[in-house]
């Protein structure tokens, strides 16, 4: 469908002789005027390019700005005594003499963040290994093999990614507090592995569909099993992927909120990084402490993205291509 | 007799066996998935007919239940779940709608290579890895009254009487307009927090728009508005199509931006914050069950529209 209208604004803009070529609402430009037509347009470009040049520029200032801006904020505010911050609120760049990190300290010590990494810790490790076991050989299976019941499961998968978090959240609460499974990390992992290996599976295959066949074949026809096949030769292939795969899932489980608050809110030596720091904004805690933390949480994340970044991309958008 | 012999003899054939080592491989997940997202599903809709709180989970077993219409019909009649779905589909909208212009717009801008181009692609897309709560709490700080970065800005710089309360102010009028401040400030942040994954998406796609026409189109003077029109945009109709129900799906169930920035105050309840208020505050499963499965209802019938056009215009 597309396809088509792309050829028809070509035709109109490439074999219309360049007669038509300026945009609706210039009447004073119709008809076959060849000399001045052309001079007029190519002002006329000029200018257009001006005007598109200064807000391509202004477009990305602002973008640098809003994204960069209030991570950037958060980290001068976490750097400076509260009363100074209440005081200057448009002082942004600490006095050097009023730096301090202490905030640092006392979010991680005295307000309990350093023990609900902890538990991030655990969890998202413990969430990423599992997602991968599961969705690497699921994604496998979807790649190569024909078997019976491939397209139902892709549909099952699909609608899992839509349904939606908050819906799911009631009945999981019930039926993890009937078999006793909330208030620990266990039920969480669980949770999240469900919500997370149908992402995977998807950035997943798209790894695995450039692992060349015919390696595989090779190694099958040397007396290889599938599963040790998948071990030895696919995952070592497609290793940059799967790690950047683990890495968002990682990331994914370390920010979730919703089910921590639900299923850990009532027991505080099990509080996840993000439970810890909305709880904290619920007492009067300064903002410069609750800053410091927000950084130190965000430090793990950010840095593991910087790191994996080109790898995500692609990942993430290879559907996209398609259209 | 000789076939179950040969059969005997040689177990499975080639293509049977990849149909078990096939189904053997996505067992897991399937387990998994069916646990933790299917089963509950059913129990969403299961708990949708029966009167249970949060005090009857002990006394809960499967062949005592006693089945109501009562919260689904408590749920359809209350005037707040109404209030809330309307919140919701303005603020899945307008984000949705949000997220996809700015993030075409940030991805055009930077489409033509330059020095740093890669650092500030990085950059742009920050918040869309910042976990939630900081950056819910970064943003609570810059609208904070007190002493946020946006209202010593607006008082010092830009003539403001008052601080304003962004994150609990309904509406204001300005001029001649009434402004929702507190829903625009979470549809902000839900724009501010998406929009780098249809920049991302966009990208992608003009990555692979062919260069060709776009430099015929330019030779013959086209000038580049017109090559956007044109050329560009039937290109990427369709991601930023797919996109834009994608994000109004997701910012539909949106529960964490809104609770942690606003609690659901200032007119900026939506269904998820309905959801759990049921749950949690009124400790009531079955109305927040039948809040679920109405929400849920809403959401399939936005998907069918959207299947349903997208077959249309193949056909």
Redesign the interface.
Known sequence: ??ET??ED??H???S?G?EN?V?VGDSGNRGPKPRGA?SF??A??TA??RV?GV???A??TV??V???G??L??VL?SLRPFQS??SE??D?VPALDEITVDSYPTALAEYGLGGNMWNSLQVALATAALAI???V??A???VR??????DT?NV??LG?Y??????????????L??VGLTGSLVGLV??Y???T??VA?YMLRTYLVAVPSSVEEAAMIDGCG?LALIRRVVLPLALPGVAATALYVF?IA??E??FAL?FLVADRDRWT???G??QL?EFSVP?TV??A???A??VP??AG??LA?RLL?TG???G??K? | MSDTGLRRRKPLTL?RR??????L??G???I??L???????L??AL?AFLDVRLVD??R?YIDNLVFTGDNIAAVWNSPRFWSAATTTVAYAAASSAGAVLVGL??A???RRPFRGRGL?R??????Y??????????????L?P????V???GV?WLGWAEPIAFLTTTSRDLGPFEVPVALMCVIAFEV?KTF??AF??????L??VPED?EE??QI????????FR??LL??L???MALLAVLRF?WS??N??DIY?LTGGAGGTEVL?VR??SE??VRAN?GT??AT??L??GM?VVV?AVYAWMIKR??A
């Open positions: 469908m597309s209208r792309t604004s070509t109109s803009i490439v219309d360049g070529v945009p052309r347009r190519r006329r470009l257009e390019d598109l807000l391509r520029w477009v990305i973008a640098v809003a994204t960069a209030p991570l904020y958060g505010l911050v209440v609120p448009l942004l076991l599961f969705s050989l699921g496998y299976a979807a093999l024909r078997f019976l019941g491939r499961v099952v998968f899992v839509l349904l939606p978090g908050i819906v799911l959240a009631v009945p999981l609460f019930v039926l507090s009937r669980f949770v592995v469900a919500q290996v149908p599976l599938r990331m370390w920010n909120y919703l639900l990084v993000s439970l720091i909305a904004t903002t609750l800053m933390g927000s950084i949480i965000t994340v950010v993205f910087f970044q991309v993430l958008t290879s996209a291509e259209g | 293509s990849e149909d078990l080592h096939g189904r491989l996505v897991p997940t399937v998994v998935v646990l933790f997202a299917v089963l509950p599903f129990a969403v708990f989970i002990p809960l717009g940030v055009l801008a930077l500030i990085a950059l742009v897309l920050v918040p890895v910042l976990p939630v709560v900081a950056a819910a709490t970064i943003w609570k700080t810059l904070n007190g002493y946020g970065l209202n010593a800005v010092e501010w780098p994954l991302l998406f966009i990208t992608a796609r990555q692979v026409i015929a189109a013959d003077g086209a000038g580049k508005t017109r090559i044109h050329l039937p290109e109709a369709g991601v799906l539909f169930q529960f964490n942690l998820a959801v759990y749950l949690v499963i927040a069950s679920g499965l929400m849920t959401l998907v215009e193949r």
